[in-house]
C-alpha cells in the first residue's frame, strides 16, 4: 500500500511557497522604540492589521511562529479550491452526457498532477502574504514564537517588544480527538492532507461539517471511495436544513457513503492496512480504509502565549473579547478565528478593520462593533450553499416571528435550461414586512449571488424594492428577484383584489 503520509513535495512550488511564507535566512530586526501596535499572527486578520496600520504610518510589528498567510494560504482556501476546481471540472465532464455532449471512455484524473497544480497556484498566490512584502510594507516582521513577558512587551525569538496597544491573531488548528489507536494508525487534517502526491483509493472522513463535506466531495470526484462519517443525523449543523438535504441527496447521488448517526471509535493497523471502527446505535463495524481524515472542528492557538500573565481570559473557544474586539485587558486585542464564532477569511479581515479603528484610534469617542457586521459564508461544494444573516432554525430559537419567501430553480429558466435545477434561494423577511433577516442560497456559484441579499440587509434594502431590480435574462439571479415579487403579491389581499375587479368593471 502507497505510504501517504510524508513531509511536503520538495518540487519548485513548494518550495517558492516556503521561501515566501517561513524563509529559512530571516533575520529579526532590532526592536526600537515602542510600537503603536504588535500583532502576533500573520493568518488573514493579523496581514491586514499589520498592513493598514503600517500605511497608516504607525510602528508596527508582526509575528509569526509558523508560515505566514496562516490556514487561508497554506492549508485552508487556496489549497482546497485549487483541488475543488479540478474535482469540479471531473462532475462537468460527467454531466456533460445530460446535455447530449458524449464523451467516450473512462475519466483519466491524474491526481499528481492535479495537486502540482494546487501546488503551483498556492505559491504563485504566497508573494502577496510574505515576509519581504511585508517588511517592505514597513513592518518589522519577527519569524518565531510569541509570549507576552510584561504588561507592555512580548518577547519573540530572545528580544523584547514594547507595545502601546497589541493584538492577537493567532489562529486555530485542526481539532484532533483522543481516539484509541488514532497516533499509531495515521490520520490526516485540513493541515497535512494537501501534502499527498497519490490519491487513497479508499478514504474514511470523520465529520460532516463544511471541512468534511468539500473534501469529501472533491476526493470521490477524483476517484477516491469515501465513507463520510457524521455522529448526528445530518450534514452542516449550522445550515439551513433544507439546504444540508440538497447537498446529502447530491452526494449520496454520486456514490458517497455518508454514515449519519455513526461515531469513530478506535482504529488500529492490521498488515498496513487501516481498520476504522465505528458504531451506530450500539452496533459495532469494521472497515478498512487507506487514510483517514479528520473534519470534527477547530481549537483555538493560545498555547505558550502566557495570556494568563497580563489578564487575558480565554477558554476552549478562544480568546473572549467584547463587541470592540477587545480583551479583559484594555490594551490588548484579539480577532480573527482565535476568538469569532465565524471562522472564515472574510469575517477576520473586516474583523481586523474594527480592531485598527479601535485600537490605533483608541482616542476617537465611537467605537465599532464586530457584532453589527453582516456575514456571509459559502460552503464549495457542488451545490454550493451560501448563507447570510438570521436562518429559520435561529428564528425559532430567538422567538423572532418570521415569513419565508423560496422560489425552487426548478421554476428557474436559465436553471433548466443548464440543467442545474436541484437548490433554490429562500428569503426570510421581518413577520408582516419585507425587511430582509437573512438568506439562503443553494447553487452552483450561490457564493457569488448571495451578495446581492448581503448587499440588500447592509444598505437595508427592502425584498420589495428587490423586486424592482431589472435583472439579466435568463440568469439564475433571477431567482433573488422573483422571491421579491412573490412577498409584492401578499400585498394584493382579498380585499384589494374585489375593491379592483370592482373598479375594473366601472371602467369598461
Given at each position: 500500500?502507497?505510504?501517504?503520509?510524508?513531509?511536503?513535495?520538495?518540487?519548485?512550488?513548494?518550495?517558492?511557497?516556503?521561501?515566501?511564507?517561513?524563509?529559512?535566512?530571516?533575520?529579526?530586526?532590532?526592536?526600537?522604540?515602542?510600537?503603536?501596535?504588535?500583532?502576533?499572527?500573520?493568518?488573514?486578520?493579523?496581514?491586514?492589521?499589520?498592513?493598514?496600520?503600517?500605511?497608516?504610518?504607525?510602528?508596527?510589528?508582526?509575528?509569526?511562529?509558523?508560515?505566514?498567510?496562516?490556514?487561508?494560504?497554506?492549508?485552508?482556501?487556496?489549497?482546497?479550491?485549487?483541488?475543488?476546481?479540478?474535482?469540479?471540472?471531473?462532475?462537468?465532464?460527467?454531466?456533460?452526457?445530460?446535455?447530449?455532449v458524449r464523451i467516450e471512455g473512462n475519466i483519466d484524473v491524474d491526481f499528481g498532477a492535479v495537486m502540482q497544480r494546487m501546488r503551483r497556484v498556492r505559491s504563485d498566490i504566497s508573494p502577496h502574504d510574505s515576509a519581504a512584502r511585508f517588511r517592505d510594507l514597513g513592518v518589522d516582521v519577527f519569524l518565531g514564537e510569541a509570549s507576552f513577558s510584561g504588561s507592555d512587551t512580548v518577547s519573540?525569538?530572545?528580544?523584547?517588544?514594547?507595545?502601546?496597544?497589541?493584538?492577537?491573531?493567532?489562529?486555530a488548528r485542526a481539532f484532533v480527538p483522543p481516539l484509541p489507536g488514532l497516533e499509531e494508525t495515521g490520520y490526516l487534517t485540513n493541515e497535512t492532507v494537501f501534502n499527498l502526491t497519490e490519491r487513497p483509493r479508499r478514504m474514511l472522513?470523520?465529520?460532516g461539517g463544511p471541512i468534511g463535506c468539500e473534501l469529501a466531495q472533491a476526493f470521490h470526484a477524483l476517484g477516491s471511495e469515501i465513507t463520510l462519517v457524521e455522529a448526528s443525523s445530518n450534514l452542516l449543523g449550522r445550515e439551513d436544513p433544507d439546504a444540508a438535504a440538497v447537498?446529502?441527496?447530491?452526494?449520496?447521488?454520486?456514490?458517497?457513503?455518508?454514515?449519519?448517526?455513526?461515531?469513530?471509535?478506535?482504529?488500529?493497523?492490521?498488515?498496513?492496512?487501516?481498520?476504522?471502527e465505528l458504531e451506530k446505535d450500539g452496533q459495532k463495524e469494521t472497515?478498512?480504509?487507506?487514510?483517514?481524515?479528520?473534519?470534527?472542528?477547530?481549537?483555538?492557538?493560545?498555547?505558550?502565549?502566557?495570556?494568563?500573565?497580563?489578564?487575558?481570559e480565554y477558554d476552549r473557544r478562544g480568546v473572549k473579547v467584547d463587541e470592540t474586539l477587545r480583551t479583559t485587558n484594555p490594551s490588548i486585542?484579539?480577532?480573527?478565528?482565535?476568538?469569532?464564532?465565524?471562522?472564515?477569511?472574510?469575517?477576520?479581515?473586516?474583523?481586523?478593520?474594527?480592531?485598527?479603528?479601535?485600537?490605533?484610534f483608541s482616542f476617537l469617542p465611537t467605537k465599532q462593533k464586530w457584532t453589527d457586521l453582516i456575514i456571509p459564508w459559502c460552503t464549495y461544494t457542488r451545490p454550493e450553499i451560501a448563507h447570510v444573516g438570521l436562518g429559520e432554525n435561529e428564528a425559532i430559537e430567538k422567538g423572532i416571528e418570521y415569513d419565508v419567501y423560496q422560489k425552487s430553480f426548478k421554476d428557474v429558466d436559465r436553471a433548466l435550461a443548464d440543467g442545474e435545477t436541484e437548490g433554490f434561494v429562500k428569503i426570510i423577511t421581518?413577520?408582516?414586512?419585507?425587511?430582509?433577516?437573512?438568506?439562503?442560497?443553494?447553487?452552483?456559484?450561490?457564493?457569488?449571488?448571495i451578495n446581492e441579499?448581503?448587499?440588500?440587509?447592509?444598505?437595508?434594502?427592502?425584498?420589495?424594492?428587490?423586486?424592482?431590480?431589472?435583472?439579466?435574462?435568463?440568469?439564475?439571479a433571477e431567482a433573488i428577484r422573483q422571491c421579491g415579487d412573490l412577498y409584492n403579491k401578499t400585498k394584493l389581499t382579498p380585499g384589494k383584489k374585489r375593491m379592483l375587479s370592482k373598479i375594473w368593471r366601472w371602467m369598461r
Open positions: 500500500m502507497a505510504n501517504f503520509f510524508h513531509e511536503w513535495p520538495q518540487d519548485e512550488h513548494n518550495q517558492k511557497w516556503i521561501e515566501n511564507v517561513k524563509p529559512a535566512d530571516w533575520v529579526n530586526p532590532t526592536p526600537s522604540g515602542r510600537y503603536n501596535m504588535v500583532v502576533i499572527g500573520a493568518g488573514t486578520a493579523g496581514l491586514v492589521t499589520a498592513a493598514a496600520c503600517a500605511g497608516l504610518g504607525a510602528k508596527v510589528a508582526l509575528i509569526e511562529k509558523n508560515m505566514l498567510g496562516g490556514d487561508c494560504l497554506n492549508v485552508g482556501c487556496v489549497p482546497s479550491k485549487a483541488l475543488l476546481r479540478a474535482a469540479h471540472a471531473v462532475q462537468d465532464i460527467e454531466a456533460a452526457k445530460t446535455l447530449g519573540v525569538g530572545g528580544q523584547t517588544l514594547r507595545f502601546k496597544k497589541a493584538v492577537i491573531a493567532s489562529g472522513v470523520v465529520g447537498l446529502t441527496q447530491a452526494m449520496q447521488n454520486s456514490g458517497v457513503d455518508i454514515r449519519f448517526g455513526s461515531k469513530f471509535s478506535k482504529a488500529w493497523n492490521d498488515n498496513g492496512a487501516k481498520m476504522v472497515i478498512e480504509v487507506d487514510a483517514i481524515l479528520l473534519a470534527v472542528g477547530r481549537r483555538p492557538n493560545v498555547e505558550g502565549l502566557n495570556l494568563e500573565s497580563v489578564g487575558v486585542y484579539a480577532c480573527g478565528d482565535i476568538c469569532l464564532p465565524y471562522q472564515f477569511t472574510h469575517t477576520a479581515d473586516f474583523a481586523a478593520r474594527i480592531v485598527i479603528r479601535n485600537g490605533l421581518q413577520k408582516g414586512s419585507d425587511k430582509i433577516l437573512g438568506g439562503v442560497i443553494v447553487a452552483n456559484h450561490a457564493g457569488d449571488m441579499i448581503t448587499l440588500a440587509m447592509k444598505k437595508k434594502i427592502s425584498l420589495g424594492s428587490i423586486a424592482g431590480v431589472i435583472h439579466p435574462y435568463p440568469t439564475k
